[in-house]
């Protein structure tokens, strides 16, 4: 069965830390892995990765995928309050209309 | 430029009753998708439609129905309300195998079913 495990489930930090969000999965045909920031509306798109290694990064967020051991990370450095939201990762997969399988998600809360 | 466009933004049902939830986008996309989210569980698909004239069940399908009615639309109706349908709910739509593979979300609908 196709999932999306994400950990921590939730994460309070001070403004300034480094956090990094995990992701891990089991998939039949990988396509693609996406993470989105949600804060309390609906999900913005962050990053698409398809290839190992490859760092994504926008800003002082970046992201890495591993397909080999299954997982994805979320670095985020230097924290920000505006920061605090939950992010999501979401895993898409061949032949199967474009559908997204969701993780949990992670709530992050930036404390001043 | 609208995006995707969701209606209505909050409802409380009261059980047993129907309501139909409304989904539009703009953007010549060709697949659309309804998720629900609720506390902790992420989202979880309902139906999609992979295009224009099909639709399939997503992960929690029991309970509602759909119709894509053409390209724009895609419609989430719920038959008969139950108190465990109370969740947020987003419309999707994607440009499937397109270069940007993500999604874009409509604003979401707050259903409270009494």
């Known amino acids: 069965e196709d999932k999306v495990v994400q950990s921590p489930l939730s994460l309070v930090v001070h403004e300034g830390d480094t956090v990094t969000l995990n992701c891990s999965y089991e998939v039949t045909n990988f396509r693609s892995l996406l993470w989105y920031k949600q804060e309390k509306k609906a999900p913005t798109f962050l990053f698409m990765l398809t290839s190992s290694g490859i760092e994504k990064k926008s800003g002082r967020l970046s992201s890495i995928l591993d397909k080999k051991e299954l997982f994805s990370i979320l670095n985020i450095t230097a924290t920000q309050t505006g920061d605090s939201a939950v992010y999501l990762c979401?895993?898409?997969?061949?032949?199967?209309?474009?559908?997204?399988?969701f993780g949990q998600g992670t709530e992050l809360s930036v404390k001043p | 430029n609208a995006g995707v466009t969701q209606t209505p933004k909050f409802q409380v049902l009261k059980t047993g009753q129907s309501m139909t939830l409304q989904c539009a986008q703009d953007m010549n996309h060709n697949s659309m998708y309804w998720y629900r989210q609720d506390p902790g569980m992420g989202l979880r698909l309902i139906y999609y439609?992979?295009?224009?004239?099909?639709?399939d069940k997503g992960e929690v399908p029991n309970g509602y129905n759909v119709s894509r009615l053409n390209k724009r639309e895609f419609s989430l109706r719920l038959e008969s309300a139950a108190p465990s349908q109370t969740s947020v709910y987003f419309c999707?739509?994607?440009?499937?195998?397109?270069?940007?593979?993500?999604?874009?979300f409509g604003s979401g609908t707050r259903l409270t079913v009494v």
């Open positions: 439609s992979a295009s224009e004239g099909t639709t």
């Open positions: 999707a739509s994607s440009e499937t195998g397109g270069p940007n593979y993500g999604y874009t």
């Open positions: 979401a895993l898409g997969i061949y032949n199967q209309g474009g559908k997204l399988i």
